[in-house]
């Protein structure tokens, strides 16, 4: 069954309060003794964690903090799926996967391109929209950011409003060497992560998809490590990065059991891959933005979102939304998506 399943959710959910009731009409009948006073601990113990794992079901189901029993469990993943079963309501574009092999970082996985409604009608039958790169946070998947987002009528909605102008998204995923998180990073003697996002996937959607040719430059966007890695993104590579927006992101490299050792204890490399080096050496380039957006009640973005800022303090190209309330978690960000895209169409976005 799916981690993130309603099917799951009710096994356990039943389990949880059908145990007590077996516990207590059971009760008396285990008698005296050792063995049944261990019996009464295990049945108590048992009733604890069935209700433990309930509530975990539910708010991962909510949250999406692990969207699969390898992410939970930190063991290897399949190769990446993207379901697109529906992600979109009628009117609201279309969704596609296109599957991207990746010829300068050797890597190979499924990206997830939204359309918008405009894409397919006559009078933009020639038209080669502007292209916004979404990347979602770790553990996470292409299909659960847009899901949770809301994209596709968030999206629709601010074309409608001419908040920005007709343009596709793309969702590619991070995780491309599961189960291991390489933070967009270019691993020596590893995997090329930064590559298949700035070269691979940048070329095959402009192979397949009647988007901007040759270096015109994409807004970029991410959630939690999705944000690190769109700062990152422009940051390093300007002529393909004009525009990005972080949620709940943080903006120095993070290492730990899940990533390995990406660095190779070189200081050098691990500042080339830090936004807040990168920024500190060179500021943005000329006609570059930057959108910051955390929550004072973030633990995870909050502090570094505000160092950041610090380092930016006095740029005009850089904005920023803090919300009062709420964590780190899709739900508490996704209603900055209409103000996101409505930052990037006052930025000339596909102008």
């Known amino acids: 069954m799916s981690l993130t399943g309603l099917p ?3 096994l356990v959910g039943v389990a949880t309060l059908a145990a007590p009731l077996v516990t207590t009409l059971t009760w008396r009948r285990r008698g005296a003794g050792r063995r049944a006073v261990v019996g009464r601990v295990v049945a108590v113990l048992g009733c604890q964690a069935l209700a433990v794992a309930t509530t975990f079901l539910a708010v991962n189901r909510d949250f999406v903090f692990y969207a699969s029993w390898g992410d939970l469990l930190g063991t290897a993943a399949p190769a990446a799926t993207i379901q697109t079963q529906d992600l979109v309501a009628p009117g609201q574009g279309s969704v596609e996967v296109l599957q991207v ?5 050797g890597a190979t996985a499924p990206v997830l391109v939204w359309r918008p409604p405009q894409y397919d009608q006559p009078a933009y039958a020639h038209t080669r929209f502007p292209v ?3 990347l979602p946070g770790q553990p996470s998947t292409p299909s659960v950011m847009f899901a949770h987002f809301g994209f596709g009528a968030a999206a629709t909605r601010a074309i409608d409003e001419h908040a920005v102008k007709p343009f596709v998204a793309v969702f590619p995923p991070l995780m491309t060497n599961p189960p291991r998180d390489t933070e967009c990073t270019d691993v020596e003697h590893g995997p090329k992560a930064e590559t298949w996002l700035a070269a691979d996937v940048r070329t095959a959607v402009q192979q ?3 988007v901007s040719a040759g270096h015109v430059p994409w807004a970029v966007a991410g959630y939690s ?4 890695c769109a700062v990152k993104l422009m ?3 300007p002529t393909l990065f004009s525009q990005a927006a972080g949620f709940g992101g943080y903006y120095q490299p993070l290492t730990d059991r899940t990533t390995g050792n990406l660095f190779d204890g070189s ?5 080339a891959n830090s936004p807040l080096w990168l920024y500190d050496r060179g500021g943005l380039a000329p006609g570059h933005r930057m959108l910051l957006i955390t929550g004072r009640q973030d633990p995870d973005s909050y502090a570094e979102t505000e160092r950041m800022l610090s380092a930016t303090q006095g740029d005009p190209d850089v904005a920023s939304l803090v919300f ?3 964590g780190h978690n899709y739900r508490n960000y996704a209603g900055a998506v209409p103000e996101v895209l409505r930052w990037l169409g006052q930025g000339g976005f596909g102008g």
């Open 8 to 10: 799951l959710l009710l």
């Open 132 to 134: 916004l790169m979404v």
């Open 235 to 237: 940051l390093a590579h």
């Open 101 to 105: 092999h990746g010829a300068a970082s």
């Open 225 to 228: 490590t999705g944000a690190f």
């Open 208 to 210: 397949h998809e009647r």
């Open 324 to 326: 009062p309330t709420g």
């Open 267 to 271: 200081r050098t490399r691990y500042d």
